[in-house]
């Protein structure tokens, strides 16, 4: 059982179009984190969120985690073709012990065609 | 600083055979960690240590063994590799503040090896 389900697996647009990428689990996170990745490299934090329904924006990326802290969505506006890459969300769970561990989701592959 | 730091960049093994990838970094972080990426599987944590002297198991340990002697290194073995073992491997670091853990985690290029 995938603790953190994302969706859509895959999104091919053209520059120019809105998009939004979902990440939902039946577990409460103390935090959720975004990360890109590009082929042949590591994955590159873009944000964490760790208060129900905080809005982060950055640039044309908006993050929303949700207000239960069980999930999370990713809206990029204007989608450019250098924002091609693995989406991955990671969560830290509330476990009240500490949490070293970050769960990952599979992953969204975004494909912007110019 | 150089970050996190992973060699070999590529590797091909014969089943059977073992070998060490190598991670370091150079952040002063405490908790370092070992994930493998297969396609349509998503990062799996396979070691991870919380300080120098201190590992412990994540999802996937099997077949592999780590050990933690320093703050900046954070070694993966593999001791009779395996077909089921390809895949790419990345090692990664994060820190506290003030004893709490913010879970970023910096990733280094990966390690792609083939078990043929």
């Known amino acids: 059982t995938q603790l953190l389900e994302q969706s859509p697996q895959f999104l091919s647009i053209q520059e120019g179009e809105n998009l939004t990428v979902y990440c939902n689990s039946s577990?409460?996170?103390?935090?959720l984190q975004w990360y890109r990745q590009e082929p042949g490299e590591g994955p590159v934090l873009l944000v964490t969120v760790v208060t129900g329904g905080e809005v982060k924006k950055l640039k044309r990326l908006t993050f929303q985690f949700g207000d239960a802290r069980k999930d999370s969505s990713l809206h990029i506006t204007a989608a450019q073709p250098g924002d091609t890459g693995l989406y991955l969300c990671a969560g830290a769970l509330d476990s009240g012990a500490g949490s070293y561990q970050l769960t990952f989701g599979k992953g969204t592959k975004l494909s912007v065609i110019p | 600083n150089a970050g996190v730091t992973q060699t070999p960049k590529f590797q091909v093994l014969k089943t059977g055979q073992s070998m060490t990838l190598q991670c370091a970094q150079d952040?002063?972080?405490?908790?370092m960690s070992w994930y493998r990426q297969d396609p349509g599987m998503g990062l799996r944590l396979i070691h991870y240590s919380v300080g120098a002297g201190i590992t412990d198991q994540g999802e996937v340990p099997n077949g592999y063994n780590v050990s933690r002697s320093t703050t900046e290194d954070f070694p993966l073995r593999l001791l009779s590799a395996a077909p089921s073992q390809t895949s790419v491997y990345f090692c990664a670091s994060s820190y506290s503040i003030s004893g709490r853990w913010y879970n970023e985690q910096f990733f280094g290029p990966g390690t792609r090896l083939t078990v043929l």
């Open positions: 952040m002063n972080h405490e908790y």
């Open positions: 577990s409460v996170f103390s935090s």
